[in-house]
């Protein structure tokens, strides 16, 4: 039960990156068999995240005109891989700053060693960002200019992040600020029917909560709701205690150092 390979394909089908952890594929039939499926769409978005064409299963996710396809023999877990491609996908964005065709051709040497480390024969392996980026160097004019003079594989350190060796992965140690701060913005989309009287007839709320986080050390921290009854269909960042949640309502948890999302509910 694992993948076979990853494509990442433009919007006009071509394949910009392929990476194959059990063996080659035939690319051209398998992607022609996917686009095929696509073109016969009335919208990309229209297709299922999941087909079945020849004996081949095949998972993809769509964001900035780019389609993620992964392709596996065997049947898979698919939300498993539906996780680990918007895993990838937020990694590219996360040190590309933007997903898109021309940033992946630039930093093609990054993607491919990511896409090493995050995947270990068809399984997920790596793919918490603070360990990743201890790993791989994010793309900058040093790393580019050590790349021209050593070669490629000069960003990749040789030693294995602290991180990676406790409890708590997530977050990198010896994190240090001079000041400590952390931030929680709520992002949410209001999706209403009124009638043509003016009046409302359904309404939706869907939210998110993103922090950046700045804090020294292994904070441990605990977030309250005035009513959390209200919140349905919680999905949390792993880093959250769900069991004390669902016992106390309450949020406990040691958040990953930078950027991330904590939650999102309806």
Partial sequence: MAVQSVFILNFLGDVI???????????????????????????PTEVLPVVSVSKYYLIHIQTNGLFFLATSLKEVPPLLVVEFL????????????????????????????????????????????????????????LTQLGQMVLGPGSNVTSVLPDGSLTNVPWRRQGVKYSNNEIYFDIVEEIDTIVDGNGM?????????????????????????????????????????????????????????????????YR
């Fill in 17 to 43: 990156i392929e990476k194959h952890y059990r063996g080659l594929i035939n690319r051209a039939q398998l992607c022609e068999m996917f686009w095929d499926i696509v073109s016969k769409a009335e919208k």
């Fill in 86 to 141: 918007h895993r990838l996908s937020d990694t590219f964005k996360g040190y590309f700053g933007s997903i898109s065709e021309e940033t992946l051709k630039e930093n093609f040497v990054t993607v491919y060693q990511l896409l090493d480390e995050m995947m270990d024969n068809g399984l997920p392996f790596t793919t918490e960002p603070n360990i990743l980026s201890e790993m791989i160097a994010p793309p900058n004019l």
């Fill in 200 to 264: 409302m007839i359904q309404c939706e709320i869907r939210g998110e909560i993103l922090v950046n986080c700045r804090l020294s050390g292994m904070p441990d921290l605990t977030l309250r709701f005035t009513n959390p009854r209200i919140l349905d269909d919680v999905s949390f960042h792993h880093c959250v205690r769900y069991n004390r949640y669902e016992h106390d309502r309450v949020i406990s948890f040691i958040p990953p150092d930078g950027n991330f999302k904590l939650m999102d």
